[in-house]
């Protein structure tokens, strides 16, 4: 695993992401697409997460629930646009608190040999929607969320 990068360039609505895993790309795909395996690992740690609807293909759509330890619901929604296996998902990303304001997410995986470097960039309809994303704990979440990954990884056979 190599260190999470999160960039988000003053007055410029998007966030940039990168981290490395010790995985083949194949597995870190399977584990974004497969239902059983992300909700295992997306989120902060210590959230229970439900998944209501999954359809990781070309037009399908996705919706979860994250539940925090004090009983507070979390809800998300998008439509995969394009998932092109162990290679690219591009999404649609809605925060349930934060109704209308969705952005469009795009997930590389880079192969690195028996390692996986995952590039996203999420894009924002404005700056203001950027930095209420960025100040909403977003960065512990991945960052406990890939950190769930690498575990997760650890356990799971590749392909």
């Known amino acids: ?20 895993f010790d995985a083949p790309a194949s ?45 507070g619901d979390y809800a998300f929604r998008g439509s995969f646009h394009t998932v092109r296996e162990n290679e690219l998902i591009v999404q649609t990303f809605e925060y349930g608190g934060w109704p209308d304001v969705v952005s469009i997410e795009t997930a ?27 100040t909403s704990g977003m960065e512990r979440g991945v960052r406990e969320g890939y950190e769930q990954l690498d575990e997760l990884l650890a356990t799971v056979p590749a392909g």
């Open 27 to 71: 597995a870190v795909f399977r584990a974004y697409t497969d239902r059983e395996l992300f909700r295992q690992w997306i989120g902060p740690r210590g959230y229970e997460t439900t998944i209501e609807e999954w359809q990781p293909a070309d037009g399908g759509r996705w919706k979860y629930v994250s539940r925090d330890d004090h009983g």
């Open 108 to 134: 590389r995986f880079e192969d690195l040999g028996g390692r996986t470097r995952i590039v996203a960039h999420s894009v924002f309809p404005t700056v203001e929607a950027r930095d209420a994303m960025v």
């Open 1 to 20: 695993m190599t260190g999470l990068t999160v960039t988000a360039p003053e007055g410029l609505p998007f966030i940039d992401i990168e981290r490395e």
